[in-house]
């Protein structure tokens, strides 16, 4: 058998028609009520065909059967981010310095002047999200002038969430900051007494600004975005991701920046499905795109590897609020005229679509516009609709959600802007952003993910960590427990309910027979290890419809073969993703291992000395000689 040795395992009975993939020895949480738990499945033609303990799927291996042992470990369905800015993410990944999961500022900078010295004249160093100053020791972001220092000379961009960007002297000229720049709409340039830009870029509240600046650095050719994207997906395939639902995105045009994950699919290289979004991109011109869009293609053009989903997240420009907690919320203008017609288009062509809507005012905003349109029989309607974020959002807004037919897509993005958010609001609102519970017991779809890359990381393990801790990065206590969602809530949230937003509830997120093959064996199992440690899960194997996507432990080398990283200074060469750190729990049992050995220590030396083999220990002085007179 091409397989790892597994000792009594013999082709079955059925071994002409042998599993593609049979796993066994596993603790395995299908997700399935009928039958929650089993220690062994079956794969063949990227389906489960066979579920339960390791005698029953015994006999679905054949002589071509890859047999994988899972060594008593937890197996889960492969996790679903319904809000993953993926295609974006794969297309300057290789690109950006990663200090997601970074413990200390003074190592996030060690790493940029590292990378400072390996990074090519004409290109930039850019640190774009998945961090928070909270996660750091320090507390606190890096200065212009520690990024001037640790690079002299190679533009650095470091951007911190969508409140504010920092660039060192190279970067602020490389991007064309002068004196003379003025400020763009809801946007900041920092500037010293002379009127000179210091470096500092700020979100007030709108994040355009900090968009624009990094859309001045220099991009991939079209083979390095190949490679590129493929390396991030085997990122994702690292924390157990099998799935993501792209929510588009600011600067992310179709279908330019949408052909490297159609050629990768068109030649099966995919190893995360993705259903994906269209985003009008230019203000004043949204209606014009959404009709050229609605007439050339429909959701679910595609197939289970690649498929469109709908339109969003956003679908007007003026309609959309930003998520800076460190401003006041912004107040919108008018703007229910263009967005209602915009809606009213995509639902005759039974288009699809997402919202963002970070806050209540705006969600009701919305509502008042679909409310009209369901006057005229246009909600509830078959097409699936849904709120991203709605941090704010209030039990009377979830029930007009609910009685048009809406879902709700959250992210974790408190596990980042929990202090900022609590600091501006007090910590009993924050206590409800967003309401969990309420939006639980509305019975509306809910679904999970990390609005990844740039304001949350995109290691789903944090967002599972906040969701079962209610803690942010920093280990800030944001819910109380009565307001926490159980272990097995969130894993739902994060397997089928992603399948829900793309209407693949029936196939997806759930180990069963005649279900999609993706699951993951996990580095530690979710529903035992201490709630601290969640964050720090990784998979050690990654199956994706029967292929092993990714491999790690003892099964390194089982997955699929990547092409070179290219190019050679990218940072990802170096560092690699997300720096992963011992779990909280691992430093105390250490400490008390440590305290264990040390008490252990004195016994003995107390022993030896009790037998004269060692002298008594004598006490210790009344002065230390080193303070003494």
Known sequence: MPTMPVGGVTPGAGAAEGADVVLRNARIHTGDPS??????????????????????????????????????????????????????????????????????????????????GRTPKGQWIRVVGGWSAEQFAER??????????????TPVFVLHLYQSAILNRAAVHAA??????????????????????????????SALILYSTLAAAPTLDAADRKVSTRHFLRELNRFGLT??????????????????????????????????????????????????WVQSVRPGDGDEWLRLNGAGENLTWAAADFENFSEPRPELGTYEAEFEQAVRLLLEYGWGFRLHATYDETIQRDLAVFEKLASEGHFPGGSRWLFDHAETVTPASLERIAALGGAISVQNRMSFQGQ?????????????????????????????????????????????????????????????????????????????????????DDVKGVLKEGWYADFAILSHDFFAVPPEDIAHIEAVLT???????YAAAEYEGLDEALPALSPSWSPVA??????????????????????????EGEQHRQWRAACGLAAPRQPPAALDPCFGP
């Open 35 to 116: 039958r929650p738990s089993a220690t062994a499945l079956a794969v063949r033609a990227g389906r489960i065909t066979a579920v339960g303990d390791d005698a029953e799927v015994a006999a679905h291996v054949g002589p071509a059967t890859r047999v994988v042992d899972a060594l008593g470990r937890r197996v889960v369905p492969g996790l679903n981010d319904s809000h993953l800015h993926v295609i974006r993410g794969g297309l300057n990944y290789v690109l950006e310095l990663r200090w997601d999961g970074v413990p200390s500022l003074r190592q996030a900078l060690a790493m940029l002047r590292e990378q400072a």
């Open 574 to 599: 170096r560092f690699g993703g997300y720096q992963a750190t011992l779990p909280p729990s691992a430093g105390a049992r250490q400490a008390d291992l440590l305290a264990q050995a040390v008490a």
């Open 420 to 504: 900022a958010f609590t600091d501006r609001y007090g910590p009993q609102a924050a206590a409800h952003t967003p309401p969990l519970k309420e939006m639980l017991a509305s019975g509306l779809p809910l679904a999970a993910g990390t609005d990844a890359t740039r304001v949350s990381s995109y290691n789903p393990w944090v967002a599972l960590h906040w969701l079962v801790t209610g803690r942010t990065v920093g280990d800030l206590a944001l819910y109380p427990p009565d307001r926490l969602v159980s272990r097995e809530r969130a894993l739902e949230l994060y397997t089928r309910g992603g399948a829900r937003i793309t209407g693949e």
């Open 140 to 153: 606190r972001m890096p200065t212009p002038a520690e990024l001037n220092e640790a690079a002299p000379d």
């Open 543 to 549: 199956v994706v419809g029967g292929r092993i996507v």
């Open 176 to 205: 064309g900051f002068t004196r003379d720049t003025p400020n763009p709409r809801g946007g900041q340039i920092v500037r010293n007494r002379d009127g000179h830009p210091n470096g500092m870029l700020l979100a007030a509240p």
């Open 243 to 292: 799935s993501a639902v792209d929510a588009a995105g600011g600067f992310q045009s179709f279908p330019d920046n949408y052909a490297t994950v159609i050629e990768l699919a068109r030649d099966r290289e995919l190893s995360v499905r993705i259903g994906y979004h269209l985003f009008p991109q230019t203000a004043g011109q949204e209606i014009a795109d959404l009709t050229r």
